[in-house]
Structures are given as structure tokens and as C-alpha cells.
């Protein structure tokens, strides 16, 4: 049962096969294209601004996906016939946080690199910044699952799971974008760790959201 | 997937919605091959009382025991809205491992709507779909709120057909409706019945 909802998972989220599942990454790499254009082509001035860039256009992609994430299932009774079957709530998220992942984090990372060409973003700075961002965005990933889980049955949730999405994020910005700064990879651990955290409690925040959401 | 023999059964069931009480004390209980309809007005409790003996809400007292695999047709047919029909129950007919996917098809006439996606489908054609997904599901004990809203009188003959099949096979049937279905010994009860009077405000 997990291996078919993952699938079915997988194929509602992956860029270019779900509904309009590739605009963050499009959304990403324009960004990315926007910054030189904004700020001249000052080559030292880009690498160094570069990153932080990235990572603010990483964050704000994380956002895009949540509206559909949780709230069309639940709508749809999706997971209440789940649960009839004898899925936990937990289960569910748990799937439905590896699909979101894998629909968002490795195509972000892959489109690091073009965008990483435009803002002469090389060497070790880039490396740092491909890895800051496979650690980071299963974190993102896992706060995007929780916010939207939360207001999944407020009217206003889109907009709101914006806003929350961003002061929680902040952590995995600061020591992300940070070790691009001090070209200090122990920041990176930090990075992975919270997502960890993250990532653990996400499927437990997530599940209890989506029952509490049917009480009303 | 028949042993043991499956039973439903509800004790001093109360729910509420927001602060407003809507039924208290109802009791039931239901054996093997038994149905019973619910009726009631809009707005009555019947979709709340049949998400409560689905285990989907916590009833606010009482409680329900079952035996056996509940299933649950309502206005909300868990199938994905872009997907073409056939696809869309697929995904169902695979958890649950459904054997004659084409006759539930057949039976339910949805064969020429395979390829269209359900969100082009009208309210009946999404009926039907949703009660090909819960032949498939081969459950006990079958949880329907109004089943019958929307389709037309030939797909309401199908749906009394189906639940006398579905009783006469040692399943269970709790219905709720405001419409008459066609199935003898069902038994009844009006949800108002139970509806707070001013000694419990």
C-alpha cells in the first residue's frame, strides 16, 4: 500500500508530469537569471552575493507547492479512504514528505547549476552550496508538509502558509547561506541536523493536522 | 476476507458540530446481512453520524465497535480529478487488489467514460465511479451517505441492487438518505428521533 501511494504521490508532485509541478523550479532558475540583471554584471560582486541568492530563491520556491500539497487530498476524501483502509495518518505524511522532497530537492540541485553559471558562483563556493542545499531542502521540504498540513482547512491557507513557511525556515537559511560566507562546511552539519529534526517530526505535526482537521 | 461475521455496533452515540449538540443516546446494532437507513433532514447529523461510525471523528460520548472492513461512499470519491476514470480506479482497485475490475466496470456502465478525466464527469458519473471503487473494495460493511443524490433512476434501481446483493452476501449496509431505497427487511430510524429536546440543553 505505501509503495503504490508513493507512486501515485510521485506522480501528482514530479515537475512535468503533475499540474503545474514545474514552476518552482522554473520559478528558481528565474530568479537566479533576474539577480544579475538587477545588481550589473560585476563577476566579483555576483559570487559573492551569489549564494545568498540562491538559498532565498531555494526558500522561496519551498513555497509555491504548498497549496496543493495536503488540502486538495483532503478535499478530494483522499486520505479518509486511506484511513478506512488502516493507513495511520503518520503513514501517509511520512509518504507524502518523500514525494514532496523528491519532487522539489534534487530538481532544485540540479537546477543550482545553471543557476550557479549565471551568478559566477565556482570552486569550492560551489560545492559548499550544492551540498548546504541537498541538507537544507528535505528541512524546507519537511516545514512546507507541517504549515501545510496546519491550514489545510483554513480559507485562507495559501497565503498564510507562506508566511509562516518563512520565519521557520530562517534557521536552515542562516547556517546554509552562512557557510557560504565562511567557506566553513561544519555549518553544514547544522544544516543536516535540523532538517533531521525536521524531517522526524514532520509525518507526526502533519498527521495529527490532517485528523484534527476533520473534527470540523 | 467473510470469517468472522461482521457486526456494527453503536452505544449511546452523541455528536456534535461546533458547540450544537445534534443527536444524543442513539444505539444500534447491526448483524450480518442487516441494513438500516438513516433519515433525516439537511443538516440533521447524518453525514456526521456516519463519519463517527467510520471512525473518522470522535463522537462527543458513546462509542462504536465493529467487526469487519468498513467501507465509506459519500459526496467525496478520493479519486484524483485529472486522471482519466479507468486510471483514477486503478489506483483503488490496486490497494485493494480487485480481481474483476472489468465486470465492476461493466456492471456499473462505466466502460465508455474510461479515458475521461473525472473532473469532466457530472455528479452521477462521479456517483457511479465512487461505487465501482467501493464494489472493489470488497469491505463488510458498507458506510453510504446519500448514496442515491444525483443519479438517475435506473443507477438508483442499481444502487438497492447492489446493497440487497451486498446484505443477501452477509454484509452490512448503513445508509443514510432522504430518499426511499428498495431493499427488503431494511430496517429504519429518523436521526431527529434523537435530537436533543430541552431537558439536556
Redesign the interface.
Known sequence: ?IA??LR?DLA?FFPFTG?GAALPVVFFVAVAMLFPFAVGPDANLLAKTGGGVVWIAALLAAILPLEKLVARDI????F??L???GMAEEAMMAVRLVAHWLSFGPPLVLATFPAAALLKIEGETFQILILGLLAGTPGLAAIGLMIAALTASLRAGAALSGLLLIPLALPILIFGAGALARQDQVSLGFVAAISLALVAIAPFAAGAAIRAA??? | MQAPSPSLIAENLACRR?DRLLFRRLSFALEAGAACHVTGANGAGKTTLI?AV?????PYAGEVRRTG????L?E???????LPLDKALA??F???RVAGADEIMARLRLDPLAEVPVRYLSTGQKKRTALA?LMG?Q?SIWLLDEPLSGLDSASQGLVSELVREHCAGGGIALIASHQPLDVPGMTAFAIEDFAPTGEDA
Open positions: 500500500m503504490a501511494l501515485r501528482q499540474s478535499d478530494l476524501g483522499f479518509d479512504q484511513k478506512l483502509r476533520r473534527e470540523n | 461546533g463519519r467510520a471512525g473518522l471523528t470522535t472492513a468498513l467501507g465509506l459519500d467525496r470519491t478520493g479519486l484524483d480529478p485529472d489506483f483503488w490496486g490497494i485493494d471503487r473494495q469491505a
